[in-house]
């Protein structure tokens, strides 16, 4: 176990539809990452927050964004979804902003169809 | 950040030490070479990670080569858990941007 929770664990939604997938981070860390992984691409990074701010951006697309609240736990919202958005969504946590060691949450499978 | 280079896939007897190398010829000097894994469609796990000398912890053994163009991610026991794809990553430290896992190295313990 990780300390990392993310929720929900699967989301079964249809095209052109909006979903928020929510993360809490281990606690006393203050960096959230987010990732997308997909059969055909892998791994892909999506985007950093430290401490409330969006501090580095990766292959995001601009029907996605994401936040991260005070409390440090945050949250990815996809919109106007496509089947190709279908894939496991990870979040990961690290107590500084460097990229270092980051502990992953278990991941949300979306699915659109 | 430096390209790696990893075999796409390897096996290892269980019991035995399992040996993964990782190429990065073109590694700078201010950057750390990282290693992760990821056991199906669970979350990746950090392993270990350094930037010259050999590292050791309660997973595994990193090994570095002097000129540090290459690596090796030694685990000493290997188990059937540890069946998994293992990531090799190159990066500075503090660089958040454009982070790539890459494609790894399918390892399969057998019994």
């Known amino acids: 176990d990780s300390g990392v929770t993310q929720t929900p664990k699967h989301l079964i939604t249809a095209t052109g539809q909006r979903v928020t997938l929510r993360c809490s981070p281990r606690?006393?860390?203050?960096?959230v990452y987010w990732y997308q992984q997909s059969l055909d691409q892998g791994l892909q990074f999506l985007i950093q927050?430290?401490?409330?701010?969006?501090?580095a951006k990766g292959n995001i697309l601009e029907r996605f964004s994401a936040q991260q609240f005070p409390d440090l736990h945050s949250e990815l919202n996809l919109s106007s979804l496509e089947l190709g958005d279908s894939a496991l969504y990870f979040c990961?946590?690290?107590?500084?902003?460097?990229?270092?060691?980051?502990?992953f949450g278990p991941g949300t499978r979306l699915t659109v169809t | 950040d430096a390209k790696t280079t990893q075999p796409t896939s390897m096996d290892c007897a269980e019991g035995r030490a399992a040996n993964l190398p990782c190429n990065h010829s073109?590694?700078?000097?201010?950057?750390?070479v990282y290693w992760y894994r990821q056991i199906h469609s669970q979350g990746p796990q950090y392993i270990i990670h350094?930037?010259?000398n050999n590292e050791t912890n309660e997973m595994a053994s990193l090994i570095i080569t002097e000129d540090r163009k290459s690596s090796t991610l030694i685990l000493p026991h290997a188990t059937l858990r540890d069946t998994a794809v293992y990531y090799c990553?190159?990066?500075?430290?503090?660089?958040?941007?454009?982070?790539?896992f890459g494609a790894g190295t399918r390892l399969t313990v057998k019994p």
């Open positions: 990961a946590s690290s107590a500084g902003t460097g990229w270092g060691e980051q502990y």
């Open positions: 606690s006393g860390d203050l960096s």
């Open positions: 927050y430290y401490n409330g701010e969006e501090r």
């Open positions: 073109t590694i700078s000097g201010n950057e750390y």
């Open positions: 350094g930037l010259k």
């Open positions: 990553i190159v990066r500075v430290w503090g660089n958040n941007n454009d982070m790539r």
